[in-house]
Nanobody, 123 residues
Framework: QVELVESGGGLVQAGGSLRLSCAAS????????MGWFRQAPGKEREFVAA????????MYADSVKGRFTISRDKVKDTVYLQMNSLKPDDTAVYYC????????????????WGPGTQVTVSS
């Protein structure tokens, strides 16, 4: 399995931006579909975005479409989540995840997870 570590979270005002990074260890990073999920207190973990191995297919949750951008750097074995026009509702712990299966919105399809990074958006 690939090991994942997120970074880049923090406190930002509404309307601001953050870029999350997820560094992967292991030689097989390029074989994984990568995803971002988030979980707010008292809520279930929800899908944010996912990107296939080649980067040619990307999916977003409707709630972030047009504001967030997922990308991956095969040389650095890193996946990014650029978050713009942040809202208080975006406040959550953000998790990076990986799977060797097909691209998916379901967290149960992802087999490797990072520890998460906190994003807090103040109003």
């Amino acid at each position: 399995q690939v090991e994942l570590v997120e970074s880049g979270g923090g406190l930002v005002q509404a309307g601001g931006s953050l870029r999350l990074s997820c560094a992967a260890s292991g030689r097989t990073f390029s074989t994984y579909v990568m995803g971002w999920f988030r979980q707010a207190p008292g809520k279930e973990r929800e899908f944010v975005a996912a990107i296939i191995r080649s980067g040619g297919i990307i999916m977003y949750a409707d709630s972030v479409k047009g504001r967030f951008t997922i990308s991956r750097d095969k040389v650095k074995d890193t996946v990014y989540l650029q978050m713009n026009s942040l809202k208080p509702d975006d406040t959550a712990v953000y998790y990076c995840a990986a799977t060797r299966s097909s691209i998916s919105r379901s967290p149960t399809d992802f087999t490797s997870w990072g520890p998460g990074t906190q994003v807090t958006v103040s109003s």
